[in-house]
């Protein structure tokens, strides 16, 4: 994990909101349907929710896996994405002990 990469995907808005709501599923999006994996979320209920195109919202979630934030999964004709807890974590980790190196 490089960690430029992990804060240059979150320092658009929108790709920060959608790591949050991936983050709670079950608070921020209806429930999937039986094909979607455990904690999975449609692509198509992610770009309901931010309002933008599908373009959009495809560059934004590859933005996310690029940097391991999110992975995805096909199922059928479907793409679900979920929050990878332990990528994150690992970022949050690395970059406390970053700061304690700063000067």
């Not at 495809?58 to 999110?70: E, I, K, N, P, W």
């Not at 059928?76 to 304690?100: I, M, P, V």
Request: charged share 25%; with cysteine; glycine share 4%.
């Amino acid at each position: 994990m490089d960690i430029n990469t992990v804060l240059s995907a979150l320092a658009n808005p929108v790709r920060l909101d959608i790591l949050t709501w991936l983050k709670e599923p079950e608070r921020h999006f209806p429930a999937q349907k039986d094909l979607a994996p455990p904690g999975g979320i449609c692509v198509s209920h992610i770009r309901e929710k931010t309002g933008l195109s599908q373009p959009t919202i495809s560059l934004y979630l590859s933005t996310l896996s690029r940097a391991g934030l999110v992975s995805s999964q096909r199922a059928g004709q479907w793409t679900y994405y979920r929050y990878e807890r332990e990528t994150a974590e690992a970022f949050l980790d690395s970059l406390t002990e970053r700061l304690k190196e700063a000067p």
